[in-house]
């Protein structure tokens, strides 16, 4: 009786120990929530600037842990931002930096919390700063609607969609080029003044696209090459 007693007690603690250790998933880690995105404020979108040293300003990022957020900020005269020519990281929300003149630019923000999330792009403003004798500002580089940079489409007609501003207020045209090679060189549409244009897909395969938008002076912008598959 006295061994059988030993047994069960010896049962009864290897049981405990082993619970206990089961029960421990380790500590509970709750993800890191992204901050929103920033809400551009000024330059205004399309504005003409008569100072070419301009502050930059956007409305603060929310992030839902509470983390501190700093923000980068990139200024480029291509609306793909291929050819950024200031950056700048800052814990405000303003940033200050001196531009060429007469020249049109692109800018955008991005808020990152002290655990390294990002936020998504915020929207991108346009802006051109005044050269000194200049009557006359090129049109901004077109911007893409649809379809997506890229997109798999169907169907025997796919409408291509974009758009474009002057901040002279001038009447804009656009040129359009479509092509199985990069970049595109057959002129399908000449002067038009819709900015969509619906293309037949006669065949399976890649598609390079790009306008070109003039205005009434003479001015031209030819946009970046977009594609599509088909």
Request: with cysteine.
């Amino acid at each position: 009786m006295k061994y059988i007693f030993r047994f069960l007690l010896l049962g009864t603690v290897i049981f405990s120990c082993s619970s206990g250790g089961s029960s421990d998933d380790g500590p509970d880690i709750t993800p890191n929530s992204v901050p929103t995105a920033p809400l551009l404020i000024s330059p205004s979108n399309n504005l003409l600037c008569v100072e070419n040293t301009l502050t930059f300003n956007w409305n603060a990022s929310v992030d839902p842990d509470g983390d501190n957020i700093n923000y980068k900020i990139e200024i480029a005269t291509d609306n793909l931002f291929n050819n950024i020519t200031q950056f700048g990281s800052t814990p405000t929300t303003s940033f200050q930096a001196t531009l060429s003149k007469g020249t049109a630019y692109y800018w955008r923000v991005i808020a990152t919390d002290s655990n390294n999330a990002s936020s998504d792009d915020s929207s991108v403003f346009q802006l051109y700063t005044e050269n000194e004798g200049l009557t006359n500002h090129l049109p901004f580089a077109p911007e893409l609607i649809s379809p997506n940079n890229g997109e798999t489409v169907s169907g025997e007609v796919l409408t291509l969609q974009w758009e474009a501003s002057d901040v002279d207020q001038d009447d804009l045209v656009y040129d359009i080029y479509i092509d199985s090679i990069n970049p595109p060189v057959t002129l399908v549409s000449e002067n038009q003044t819709e900015s969509s244009f619906d293309f037949s897909l006669s065949t399976t395969g890649s598609y390079f696209w790009k306008v070109v938008v003039k205005d009434e002076n003479g001015g031209e912008t030819a946009g970046q090459v977009w594609y599509f598959n088909k």
